[in-house]
């Protein structure tokens, strides 16, 4: 009887931390869905800039700005705004911050200043990967995140990659 007792709390046990461990993964998976796809509409609304005055740039690795059409005419520049995706590795978040048209350069740059960084997801591991490709225009989107960021992945620390390339219009040839 307690051998049988033994076995069933045994898998009870095992089948509480699986679930915990998918548990987890889906909330990671659910986020980090919801991060790429607000990134991916943001570059469908971005500009046709020139290489001069682009609608997409990558000042370094870990920081994306997209320059968004406003709510006016197709290319009305007056209604434009940047927006900023920047990941911030000691929090292991990734902020996204907003510079309106009105503060926007001739030279496509935001003048003003930008606004307080929002935080959309947390538990980033690595540094979220923005690349931006001139020649084709095609943006490059890497974001892996984990439970535990600090720990390795593991049974108990799942961990969830995704990858994303977007057609940029931000170049006109």
Not at 73 to 101: E, H, M, P
Not at 162 to 171: K, T
């Amino acid at each position: 009887m307690g051998l049988i007792i033994l076995a069933i709390v045994a898998v009870d046990v095992g089948s509480r931390g699986f679930l915990r461990t998918s548990d987890d993964e889906s909330t990671l998976q659910n986020e980090t869905n919801f991060i790429m796809e607000t990134i991916v509409k943001d570059l469908g609304k971005s500009f046709k800039g020139t290489k001069n005055n682009p609608s997409v740039k990558v000042p370094s690795n870990d920081t994306l700005e997209i320059r968004n059409r406003g709510s006016g005419a197709a290319f009305d520049l007056s209604n434009s705004k940047w927006v900023r995706y920047q990941f911030d590795s000691s929090a292991k978040t990734i902020k996204q911050q907003t510079c309106d048209g009105a503060s926007i350069s001739s030279e496509g740059k935001c003048s003003g200043s930008w606004s307080n960084p929002q935080q959309l997801i947390r538990n980033i591991v690595t540094a979220c990967v923005f690349n931006f490709d001139t020649d084709t225009a095609v943006v490059g989107i890497t974001i892996t995140a984990r439970a535990k960021p600090s720990e390795n992945p593991g049974q108990d620390n799942p961990e969830v990659i995704l990858e994303n390339s977007v057609s940029s219009r931000s170049i006109s040839r």
